[in-house]
C-alpha cells in the first residue's frame, strides 16, 4: 500500500555533467565537480558517457510539487497528462501530484486507474494523483479511501474547495486510521468567503471588488488543526495565503499536532496592489493575493520551516475563460515552469533566502508532506535532479508554454535562473 | 487594446484634466440654454452605447450627449448572466469594434469588465458603470453640480451616507473628490463600510449619523438590493431608515443634499427632501449630459487641439 507515481517508459540517462556546482541539500553535499548519471542511476563510472560541461551550472535534486492541476479528464483542452508533466519537466520537477477536482472528480477506483493507465503513457516525469475526499467532491459521503490507498492514490483533497461540514471532515480523519492517505486540504470558509475575487483589504475597498477576508482561511485551518489533534491525525494546509493561518499552523505545530503547510511562488511575490489593472488572467487566484504583510509573514515562515514546502498550485485556463472580467473569470495561474525562476530571482537573489534552503523548499520537504519519495543526488539514486543554470536570464512566455495554457502570474516578466535539464525518473525530462 | 485615451476609472485623470473637463462642461451647457441644442461637433463620428446592466438616466443621457453633438449614436443592450456573458461581451466588442466606432460607452454589472472590454477594441472606451467598481462620469457630474452650487471643491466636506460597500458612486466619487482637495467621510452602518476604506480611498468613516453634521454636502447612497445577494446586510429597512434616512430633520440650514438616483423614497432618503428643490439630485441629472458631451469631445481631441478657439468653434452651432 504506497503511492504510486507513474511515468512512461523511455530512455534511461547515461550522461556526466562536469565541473558543475553539485548542491543536494538533505544528503549535505556541496561540492564542485562532476556527477555521473549511468543507465538512469546516480553514480558510477563515467567512461564512454555523454559529457556536459557545467561550468556555471547547479545541480540539485529535483523539484517536488504537490499540488498541481493536470485537468484530465475533462478539461483537456487546457491541459493534458503530457503537456502538464512536460511542463513540469521545464520547471525542473521530477514528480508531480495531480489534484482530483477535475471533470468528472477523481473519486472511485475506476477513475484513478485509467489516470494511471494514461500517466504510464503520457507522464515525461513521475506523476501521482490525489484522489477525493467525498465523492463528487459534494462534501457528504466519503470515498472509498481505503481501496483508493490500495491502488496507488497518493493523497486525498476536495482541493477547489473545503469540507464543510466538520463532522464529514472528522469521519474522514478516522477513516485515515484505516486508509492512511494524508489530507491535502483546500482550506477555506465558504460563507465568508462569499462571492469575493480577492483579497480584502484596502485595495478591494478601492477597486469595488467584492473581498475574500483572511479570516476565512484561518478559521477553517483553526478548525481542522484542532480536529487533527483531537482525531490524532495528519493534514497538509494547500497555498497558505494569509499571516493569520500561518499563526494556526504554527500553534498547531507546537501543539504537536502532525499538520505541514505550503505556500506557492505567486502568494511569495505578489500582493493584492499587483491587482490594480484588475487582469484575471494573471491576477485572479485562490486564495487571492494577499497584502504586503502577509508576503512577509509567508517568505519568514518558509525560511523558519513553519510553512514545510513550496508548492505550485499549477491551474491551467483556457484564454477565453480568463478573457472575463476580473469578476466572473475562474480563480487560478499557472506556476510549473516559473517556479524555481521566480523564487531564485525574487527570494534567493534579494537575499531573502539562500539557495540550499529553497532548493529543499521544492525538492524533498515537499515530497515528505505526502510521503513521495525525497529525491537525491546520492550514489545509487534513481537519478531525479535539475540542472540549473543560476545567471541565465529569460522572458516568461516569450517561447510559449510547455503547459497548454498561458495564464501565468508573470508573464512577460524577465526572470533569472533557468532549468537547463531535468532528469526524472532515471530519464532525460527536459533539456534545453 | 484601445489606442485611444479611455475613461476607465476616476483617478486616471489628474487635477488638471479634471478641471478641463468641467469647465469644457461649462461652454456646453451655454449650448444647452439655446434654441438649437445641437452642436456639429462630432459629425461623422460614431458612438455605441452597450449597456449590458440597467440604467435610465446614464443611458439616456449619453445618448443624449452624442447626439447634441451630431455624433451617430447606436444602442446596445444586453441582458446577462455569469460565465457565458462574458464571452459575449469580448465578442459583442469585437464584431461592434468591426464598425468602427469612436467611442464605445460600456456599463457591465462585473467589476473589470470595461477594463476587459477595452482591450478588444480601438474605440476610446467610456465606463459608464463596472459594478462595485468605478462609474467615473458619475463623479464628474458630481463634481461639476457641487462646482456650480458652491464655487468651489477644494476644502468642500463631502459625506457619503448608507451603503456604500456596493456603490460606485461613492468609490469614483470619493477619489476624484480627494482630487480635487476635497475631504470625504463615509458614514454608514458598520455592515455597509468597505474594510479598510480609509487606507484605501484616503476617507475617514464613521457609523453614527451624527457625524455628517461637519459636512457641506450630505449625499445620500442608494440602498443596493440588487447588489446583495442574500442580504441580511441590515436587520431591516425600517431600522435602517430610522438610524441612517435622510431628511430635513438631520440637516442643518445650508447643508446640500445630493443623491445619484435611482432613489428609494423612504430609505435612504425621505420623499419630503427627495422633492425639495433646494436638493441637487435634479441639477445632478441635468449636468450629466453636459458633462458626458465635454468627456466624449475631450477624449476625441488631442491634447494640443483643445485650445480656446478650438473649443469655441466646438460649442458653436
Not at chain 1, 250 to 262: I, N, P, Q
Not at chain 1, 297 to 306: F, K, M, N, P
Not at chain 1, 403 to 427: D, P, Y
Not at chain 2, 258 to 264: D, E, F, K, T, V
Amino acid at each position: 500500500m504506497s503511492a504510486r507515481l507513474v511515468q512512461r517508459p523511455g530512455q534511461a540517462a547515461s550522461i556526466v555533467i562536469r565541473g558543475a556546482r553539485i548542491l543536494d541539500p538533505i544528503a549535505g553535499v556541496d561540492r564542485v565537480g562532476d556527477l555521473v548519471v549511468r543507465d538512469g542511476v546516480v553514480g558510477g563510472d563515467a567512461a564512454g558517457l555523454e559529457e556536459v560541461d557545467g561550468t556555471g551550472l547547479v545541480v540539485v535534486p529535483g523539484f517536488v510539487d504537490p499540488h498541481v492541476h493536470l485537468r484530465t479528464p475533462g478539461r483537456e483542452d487546457t491541459e493534458d497528462i503530457a503537456s502538464g508533466s512536460l511542463s513540469g519537466a521545464a520547471g525542473g520537477f521530477v514528480a508531480i501530484a495531480a489534484m482530483p477536482n477535475t471533470q468528472p472528480p477523481v473519486d472511485d477506483a475506476q477513475d484513478l486507474v485509467r489516470l494511471l493507465e494514461l500517466a504510464e503513457h503520457d507522464a515525461v516525469i513521475p506523476v501521482g494523483f490525489i484522489c477525493a475526499i467525498t465523492k463528487g467532491q459534494n462534501g457528504s459521503q466519503l470515498t472509498e479511501a481505503a481501496e483508493l490507498a490500495e491502488l496507488g492514490a497518493v493523497a486525498l483533497s476536495d482541493d477547489g474547495r473545503p469540507v464543510s461540514d466538520a463532522a464529514v471532515f472528522r469521519r474522514a480523519l478516522q477513516y485515515q486510521r484505516l486508509a492512511g492517505l494524508p489530507f491535502t486540504l483546500h482550506e477555506e470558509d465558504m460563507h465568508l468567503s462569499g462571492g469575493g475575487a480577492m483579497h480584502e483589504g484596502a485595495v478591494s475597498a478601492r477597486l469595488g471588488v467584492e473581498g475574500i477576508p483572511a479570516v476565512s482561511e484561518a478559521i477553517a485551518v483553526g478548525r481542522d488543526v484542532l480536529l487533527a489533534h483531537y482525531e490524532g491525525a495528519r493534514i497538509h494546509v494547500c497555498h497558505v495565503s494569509a499571516k493569520e493561518t500561518i499563526e494556526e499552523v504554527r500553534r498547531g505545530k507546537s501543539m504537536g499536532v502532525r499538520v505541514t503547510a505550503e505556500v506557492t511562488p505567486h502568494h511569495l511575490v505578489l500582493i493584492d496592489e499587483d491587482c490594480e489593472d484588475l487582469d484575471a488572467a494573471t491576477r485572479k487566484m485562490n486564495p487571492p493575493l494577499r497584502g504586503r504583510e502577509d508576503r512577509e509573514a509567508l517568505i519568514a515562515a518558509l525560511v523558519d520551516g513553519t510553512i514545510d514546502c513550496v508548492a505550485t498550485d499549477h491551474a491551467p485556463h483556457g484564454a477565453s475563460e480568463k478573457e472575463l472580467p476580473f469578476e466572473e473569470a475562474p480563480f487560478g495561474v499557472t506556476g510549473l515552469e516559473t517556479a524555481f525562476a521566480v523564487l531564485n530571482t525574487h527570494l534567493v537573489r534579494t537575499g531573502r533566502m539562500p539557495l540550499e534552503l529553497l532548493v529543499r523548499r521544492m525538492s524533498g520537504d515537499a515530497a515528505r508532506v505526502l510521503d513521495m519519495p525525497e529525491p537525491t543526488l546520492a550514489d545509487g539514486a534513481v537519478a531525479n535532479l535539475a540542472v540549473i543554470d543560476p545567471e541565465a536570464t529569460w522572458r516568461v512566455g516569450a517561447d510559449g508554454f510547455r503547459s497548454k495554457s498561458g495564464n501565468s502570474a508573470f508573464l512577460g516578466e524577465e526572470l533569472t535562473g533557468r532549468v537547463t535539464m531535468t532528469i526524472a525518473g532515471g530519464q532525460i525530462a527536459w533539456r534545453t | 487594446m484601445s489606442s485611444r485615451r479611455s475613461l476607465i476609472a476616476i483617478g486616471d485623470l489628474s487635477r488638471d484634466e479634471i478641471t478641463r473637463m468641467l469647465d469644457l462642461a461649462e461652454r456646453f451647457s451655454e449650448v444647452m440654454r439655446r434654441d438649437i441644442k445641437k452642436v456639429p461637433t462630432l459629425r461623422g463620428r460614431t458612438v455605441i452605447n452597450m449597456f449590458f446592466e440597467a440604467s435610465t438616466r446614464t443611458a439616456t443621457s449619453f445618448e443624449l450627449a452624442g447626439k447634441r453633438m451630431s455624433a451617430d449614436v447606436i444602442n446596445v443592450k444586453g441582458s446577462g448572466s455569469s460565465v457565458e456573458k462574458g464571452e459575449t461581451l469580448k465578442d459583442t466588442v469585437l464584431t461592434l469594434n468591426a464598425y468602427q466606432p469612436d467611442i464605445l460607452v460600456v456599463r457591465h454589472r462585473a467589476a473589470g469588465a470595461v477594463a476587459a472590454a477595452a482591450r478588444y477594441t480601438q474605440a476610446a472606451v467610456i465606463n459608464a458603470g463596472d459594478g462595485k467598481h468605478e462609474h467615473p462620469t458619475q463623479a464628474l457630474l458630481d463634481l461639476y453640480t457641487l462646482r456650480r452650487a458652491t464655487g468651489r471643491l477644494d476644502g468642500l466636506h463631502v459625506a457619503f451616507v448608507g451603503d456604500v460597500l456596493h456603490s460606485r458612486v461613492a468609490r469614483s466619487g470619493a477619489i476624484a473628490l480627494a482630487t480635487m482637495g476635497a475631504k470625504v467621510s463615509f458614514v454608514s452602518p458598520p455592515t455597509l463600510l468597505p474594510r479598510e476604506a480609509e487606507a484605501g480611498l484616503g476617507v475617514s468613516t464613521s457609523s453614527d449619523i451624527r457625524d455628517i453634521a461637519d459636512a457641506d454636502v450630505v449625499y445620500a447612497l442608494r440602498m443596493q438590493h440588487e447588489r446583495m445577494g442574500n442580504g441580511g446586510f441590515v436587520p431591516s429597512l425600517r431600522e435602517y431608515a430610522t438610524r441612517y434616512g435622510i431628511g430635513h430633520h438631520r440637516l442643518r440650514p445650508g447643508q446640500l443634499v445630493m443623491h445619484a438616483g435611482p432613489m428609494n423614497r423612504g430609505v435612504e432618503i425621505t420623499d419630503e427632501l427627495a422633492d425639495d428643490p433646494t436638493a441637487l439630485i435634479t441639477t445632478q441629472v441635468e449636468s450629466g449630459m453636459v458633462v458626458r458631451m465635454a468627456v466624449m469631445y475631450d477624449l476625441l481631441t488631442e491634447s494640443g487641439a483643445r485650445t480656446p478657439e478650438a473649443v469655441a468653434e466646438a460649442v458653436a452651432a
